[in-house]
């Protein structure tokens, strides 16, 4: 059973930064898709960045692109997203999520997850 914790969120001024931790366990040999999505007071879920466990491919929702970095460490299991410039828009519930992915499958901010974090909120005030 997969379990992933999320840290790292907090509150930062338009402008600032901040880098979520997700710290994975459980996972079984193989590869795996990682991905962080976010959701507003109000709104819907929306995928911002996934990983591909495998060889660490990326991709980004256009919303987020050139501003948040997805990385992993793959001795500790731990997903990072760091983010830059943060703006209002960027508040929310920050989750954490994961799915194994077979070598050269999909792996992208819109596919289906079956593990999920309890979440960080990041708030960004102007």
């Known amino acids: 059973q997969v379990q992933l914790v999320e840290s790292g969120g907090g509150s930062v001024q338009a402008g600032g930064s901040l880098r979520l931790s997700c710290a994975g366990s459980?996972?079984?040999?193989?590869?795996?898709?990682v991905g962080w999505s976010r959701q507003a007071p109000g709104k819907g879920r929306e995928g911002v960045a996934a990983?591909?466990?495998?060889?660490?491919?990326?991709s980004y929702a256009a919303s987020v692109v050139k501003r948040f970095t997805i990385s992993q460490d793959s001795a500790t299991l731990t997903v990072y997203l760091q983010m830059d410039n943060l703006g209002p828009e960027d508040t929310g519930m920050y989750y954490c999520a994961a799915d194994p992915v077979s070598y050269g499958g999909d792996c992208h901010t819109g596919r289906y997850f079956g593990y999920w974090g309890q979440g960080t909120q990041v708030t960004v005030s102007s």
């Open positions: 459980g996972y079984s040999s193989g590869t795996y898709c």
């Open positions: 990983i591909y466990t495998g060889n660490r491919r990326a």
